[in-house]
């Protein structure tokens, strides 16, 4: 099926779902009480791990919300990071469950939380929204990239492009998380190739979780390289530094 059909009826069957949902009282996703039209139950959903005051730049709490010292001394390529929740529990529970089970309906559930928060932050909208790719591989074996997903409603939300080709990672680099935090950016130089002219765009990278920053440091540098003025990242949820 060419790509073009697959990606149509793929988001007229997402849209048929989504109304199906919202026309059916719902089960919280988190402790199965009734939560109305929602994902979550407004008790769950007020109990959610918030991030603090953090540098703006990269999420990292800081005592008033200031720049951190890590991005004073080396200030990564991304402008910065929108972050919704602290990714604790049970936040993390719900990222798994979207990530890994399929779970597609909180893609719209990540997609407000982040829109909340980039609300409270009054930045100007970007020109284009970039989901952070998937190795070719790993799309296949999960049918789906959750960061596109989360995109493709922030999208609709904002009627902002969302890039559906031409940026890629390169290479299935071994997953993130079975790295320690010191080898993760070596690990994905250069995985990521963007064959747009990004030109005095400004751009927002969207992502589930942001954990040292790596993957999306390295994405930022190559899509300035390939003329974004701005680069911001999007995140549902970040990852405390260890104390
Ligand atoms: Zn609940
Ligand atoms: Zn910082």
């Excluded at 829109?115 to 970039?130: C, D, K, Q, V, W």
């Excluded at 995985?191 to 990278?205: M, N, P, R, T, Y």
């Excluded at 790596?214 to 899509?223: D, F, H, M, N, Y």
Aim: glycine share 8%; net charge positive.
């Amino acid at each position: 099926m060419s790509n073009f059909l697959g990606h149509a009826l793929d988001s007229v069957r997402r849209s048929a779902l989504d109304a199906a949902r919202r026309a059916l009282p719902q089960r919280c996703e988190l402790c199965a009480g009734a939560s109305g039209s929602e994902l979550l139950c407004r008790g769950c959903a007020r109990s959610l791990p918030r991030l603090g005051p953090a540098c703006p730049v990269c999420a990292s709490p800081t005592n008033g919300g200031e720049v951190c010292g890590q991005c004073i001394a080396h200030r990564p390529p991304f402008d910065a990071t929108v972050a919704a929740f602290a990714y604790a529990f049970p936040v993390d529970r719900l990222m798994h469950a979207f990530k890994y089970h399929g779970r597609l309906a909180l893609a719209e559930w990540g997609a407000q939380a982040i829109l909340a928060a980039r609300e409270r932050r009054g930045l100007a909208p970007p020109a284009r929204l970039i989901a952070l790719p998937l190795s070719h591989e790993r799309q296949r074996e999960r049918g789906y990239n959750q960061a596109f997903e989360i995109g493709r409603v922030l999208a609709r939300q904002l009627s902002i492009a969302l890039v559906r080709e031409g940026v890629r990672r390169e290479r299935a680099s071994p997953p993130q998380a079975a790295l320690p935090w010191a080898q993760r950016a070596k690990n994905v130089r250069g995985a990521f190739e963007c064959a747009l002219d990004l030109k005095g765009l400004s751009v927002a990278i969207v992502d589930d979780v942001m954990t040292t920053g790596a993957s999306l440091a390295e994405l930022a540098g190559t899509l300035k390289r390939a003329g974004a003025t701005r680069v911001e990242n999007w995140i549902v949820a970040r990852t405390l530094p260890p104390a």
